[in-house]
């Protein structure tokens, strides 16, 4: 076991070494703002090359690094979690090669080479969802795969339909007759990726896998992957008239769902899912609204926010039996401080506080939408998103830090140095990556003048959410049934607005009882009363027959030599 906890260690200590050494062209392509192409030509077919081609630019080594970044740290931060574990040697494989696949997906510009990094992607989390080998694990593994594999097939199509171009190389896209197929295959490769309507289901499924890899998966590499597809193509891809508005509209219904679904949610893991959902709708949201950089931007100090959270969140698991409800948490300000202030510090971030990081980005975004015209439906619905946000952080941080205790008289609360110091390391980044990525990285954001109350809305919507959750916090228990306890609301938002059943039991029950009822009448009653059974029943009966009707023992079994030849031959035949 020590030797398997030295394993993981070395695997964490190499991230860092990557990742400092992966700042130095970093820090010279961010800024210069230029970019290098590395092209090796590998054959050709019918005068089309195949190129491994690498890009190196300011918003791939960005984004490489902040993957680099948080892997060592939750790597540091499974020692502890998964101490106890036998197989932590083959969870930490596992994790380097969901890092390298992200790093794949990242520095490959070329669509063919794009897909062993999509691929890797996509089995590597299979395999991590279904870690635990237990019913409800390989239940969520297998949504998460059979969802990423609709992804897969449209990629593949898109790269069926690109070969009249003459090569795959995802910067150099021009139009042609099949543009229009290309743009929505690689969208819908994209949301399923990243969890868009409707193929929302497979993300609060798929944390059934160790919160370290949900600290992995759910904020930096798997879910952001299908929006990095998108900020890759984005140039070729804005070209179609209807590219934003079918993308804005599905991002901002998927934010107010998850934003909904998590107000009502008790889980813990599965609110901070939700809460991944719905910062990945403004992601999209803000490509919707033509604003790319700033969707990138709240990509990166999304990801370190959420790694935070998640990081706490498996403390507190990991302290409370793993035990994942609210309710069972409380008071935990005084028995954990260290994990409590960061988990503020992150909730913080994530509900748009002034000088957070993620200040900067969503607060960047909304005051765009607001600046720029825009559909006014969409903009109100966006600011709701943003008022439900704070809603469910506040309401997460009453019941596990200041709400009352309610564990266990059992149960022994540490913080030790390897739980700590990934959060202290991820907090410093969650307060000062706003700023910092904003004064030094190219955003190419230009000057906005807006109003006074327009600048002040977002803030106003996110105390407004706190007070709500508050309130909510403090009534009567009479009062909160009455207002949860809406049949059809409450349960509408526990089930993601049905897309829970939908995608799942509503999709198999037809072609489940269509088979069960062509096994019971096709397979084990006609072809076997025309089959084997069949025949045999009949020679019976014949046999029998014959021999009730015979006098003569010599003539009985002559005929039922002859009758059982006649069924072996017709068997035969």
């Known amino acids: 076991m020590l030797q398997n906890f030295q394993i993981n260690l070395m695997a964490s200590k190499l991230l860092w070494v990557l990742f400092s050494l992966m700042l130095i062209p970093t820090t010279y392509t961010v800024f210069y703002n230029i970019t290098v192409l590395l092209e090796w030509n590998l054959m050709s077919i019918s005068s089309t090359p195949v190129m491994l081609t690498l890009i190196m630019d300011p918003l791939g080594l960005m984004f490489s690094c902040t993957v680099l970044m948080i892997s060592a740290n939750v790597l540091k931060f499974s020692t502890v979690y998964m101490g ?94 099949e543009t229009n197929y290309q743009i929505l295959a690689i969208t819908t490769a994209a949301m399923t990726k990243s969890a868009q309507m409707p193929f929302s289901s497979w993300l609060p499924a798929a944390m059934a896998a160790p919160t370290p890899v949900s600290a992995l998966v759910h904020s930096s590499t798997l879910v952001t992957a299908g929006v990095f597809l998108l900020i890759r193509f984005y140039s070729f891809m804005s070209t179609t008239w209807w590219f934003t508005s079918f993308l804005l509209l599905t991002a901002v219904l998927t934010t107010l769902m998850a934003g909904l679904s998590a107000t009502t949610e008790c889980d813990m893991k599965k609110i901070i899912a939700l809460s991944t959902l719905s910062q990945l709708g ?16 709240h990509m990166i100090t999304h990801a370190l926010f959420k790694a935070l959270l998640f990081v706490c969140a498996g403390s507190f698991i990991h302290s409370h039996m793993h035990s994942q409800d609210l309710r069972w948490m409380g008071s935990l300000s005084n028995q954990m401080p260290t994990a409590s202030s960061c988990l503020v510090m992150a909730n913080l971030a994530l509900c748009g506080f002034p000088f957070m990081s993620g200040f900067y980005s969503k607060d960047l975004i909304v005051e765009a939408s607001l600046f720029y015209q825009h559909n006014l439906l969409m903009v109100m619905l966006i600011l709701i998103a943003v008022g439900l946000t704070s809603f469910y952080s506040i309401r997460f941080s009453l019941y596990v830090i200041w709400g009352a205790h309610n564990s266990g008289p059992f149960i022994h609360l540490e913080e030790g140095n390897s739980l700590t110091s990934p959060m202290l390391m991820l907090a410093s980044l969650s307060v000062i990556s706003g700023a910092s990525i904003l004064w030094v990285a190219p955003l190419k954001q230009e000057m906005m003048c807006v109003p006074l109350y327009q600048k002040l809305m977002p803030l106003a919507l996110v105390l407004l959410g706190a007070f709500m959750a508050w309130l909510m916090s403090t009534t009567t228990q009479k009062n909160k049934s009455m207002l949860l306890n809406l049949p059809l609301s409450h349960y509408a938002s526990c089930m993601m607005w049905f897309l829970v059943p939908v995608s799942s039991q509503f999709m198999l029950k037809l072609p489940m009882y269509m088979s069960h009822n062509y096994l019971k009448l096709t397979d084990q009653s006609w072809l076997e009363m025309l089959g084997g059974q069949g025949f045999n029943k009949l020679s019976v009966n014949v046999s029998n027959t014959f021999m009730s009707s015979s006098s003569s023992m010599p003539v009985n079994y002559l005929l039922m030599s002859c009758v059982t030849g006649l069924t072996t031959l017709l068997i035969l035949m």
Request: glycine share 6%.
């Open 84 to 177: 106890d574990d036998k197989f932590i040697n083959r969870f930490t494989v596992l994790v380097l090669l969901f890092v390298l696949s992200m790093n794949m997906l990242i520095f490959l510009p070329h669509l063919m080479m794009l897909l062993l990094g999509w691929d890797g992607l996509g089995i590597v989390s299979f395999i991590l969802v279904i870690y635990y080998q237990n019913p409800k694990s390989l239940a969520a593994g297998m949504i998460t795969a059979l969802t990423n594999r609709i992804g897969d097939v449209m990629l593949l199509l898109a790269v069926a339909w690109t070969l009249n171009q003459g090569h795959w190389n995802i910067l150099h896209m021009w139009s042609s007759n």
């Open 282 to 297: 403004m992601m999209m949201a803000a490509m919707g609204l033509n604003m790319m950089h700033l969707a990138f931007f």
